[in-house]
């Protein structure tokens, strides 16, 4: 695969925007690991290796375990997961898929009554920012550099 632009360099304006929404996000009482599971999750079912990759690396650094990264994919199949993380990984999931069928009442309320709206709101923007870097990372064929 070869990268098809470097946007930073068409136009650092769309990476100063999306930087100052990432630093909106680390600023969200949410737990750190938490975050990234939910962008890795949204990652994988959007398809983009560069943000898996990033959000993979970051998770083990906060002291998630690989166990539990490599069955975000299929989350509902282990026990590794609580009840909360189950409703919001289902939520991500729902929310990155929108166009399918929207977000359930069931989803969304379970989560709502886990998070409450200050977070849920907070939650739904770090879906829809790493659904936005998703899409420019995989649109433009962002390469992930090998360790």
């Known amino acids: 695969m070869k990268s098809r632009m470097d946007i930073?360099?068409?136009?650092?304006r769309i990476y100063e925007t999306m930087a100052i929404a990432d630093t909106l996000i680390d600023s969200f009482e949410l737990d750190p690991i938490l975050k990234e599971?939910?962008?890795?999750?949204?990652?994988?079912?959007?398809?983009?290796?560069?943000?898996?990759?990033?959000?993979?690396k970051n998770a083990l650094k906060l002291g998630e375990t690989a166990?539990?990264?490599?069955?975000?994919?299929?989350?509902?199949?282990?026990?590794?997961?609580?009840?909360?993380?189950?409703?919001?990984?289902?939520?991500?999931?729902?929310v990155t898929n929108i166009s399918n069928s929207g977000v359930s009442d069931e989803v969304y309320y379970k989560?709502?009554?886990i998070l409450g709206e200050q977070k849920i709101a907070q939650l739904l923007f770090i879906i829809n920012t790493i659904n936005c870097?998703?899409?420019?990372?995989?649109?433009?064929?962002?390469?992930?550099?090998?360790d």
């Open 8 to 12: 930073n360099s068409v136009e650092p």
């Open 37 to 56: 599971l939910v962008r890795l999750r949204a990652s994988q079912l959007n398809g983009c290796g560069y943000c898996i990759d990033y959000h993979t």
């Open 67 to 94: 166990q539990r990264l490599f069955a975000v994919s299929a989350w509902w199949e282990t026990p590794f997961f609580s009840e909360e993380e189950q409703a919001i990984l289902k939520f991500t999931e729902e």
């Open 111 to 113: 989560v709502l009554e």
């Open 133 to 146: 870097w998703n899409r420019i990372c995989v649109s433009t064929h962002l390469i992930v550099e090998k």
